[in-house]
């Protein structure tokens, strides 16, 4: 009967019944592979921003910091001294009333440097230790920004 007559043949009594276990299995652990593969990619960016987001915050108070010698030497240029700016340990930082807590600053400053007799060369190097996965944090890095001021009085 399975040719011609009423009764479906094997092959499609098969196919009407569906996917084996077996079939449903590997595809779940093809699907989780995705998925787990997918997870560690967005965990690995999110790092990625973290450290970049430090890395810009650090920029800026080198550069705030090089702003502030800026305006000092436009009035006071014999005060821009390393001993006006001493270095700024961890949890010393201020940056518009806060405390930038995980970062450190320093200042050094070369009077006539090169022979020039009316400059300084200004450096603020900040400091900083990257979170780098599950708050484990990585070993310090740095940001330097450079100044040559000269005194236009």
Do not use: C, W
């Not at 276990?21 to 593969?37: D, H, P, R, W």
């Amino acid at each position: 009967m399975g040719r011609g007559g009423d009764m479906p043949s094997n092959g499609a009594r098969r196919a009407a019944t569906g996917f084996s276990l077996v079939e449903t299995l590997i595809a779940a652990a093809v699907i989780g592979v995705g998925l787990m593969g997918a997870a560690a990619g967005f965990l690995h960016a999110v790092g990625g921003l973290e450290s970049s987001r430090q890395q810009t915050t650090a920029i800026f108070l080198a550069e705030q910091r090089i702003e502030q010698l800026k305006a000092r030497a436009l009035s006071k240029f014999p005060e821009v001294t390393a001993a006006n700016y001493p270095d700024e340990g961890y949890g010393s930082v201020s940056s518009n009333g806060s405390t930038a807590a995980g970062y450190r600053r320093r200042v050094t400053i070369v009077d006539a440097p090169g022979g020039l007799g009316d400059m300084k060369l200004v450096e603020v190097t900040v400091f900083y230790r990257p979170v780098v996965g599950f708050g484990v944090q990585a070993g310090e890095r740095q940001v330097r920004v450079s100044l040559l001021l000269t005194d236009r009085s």
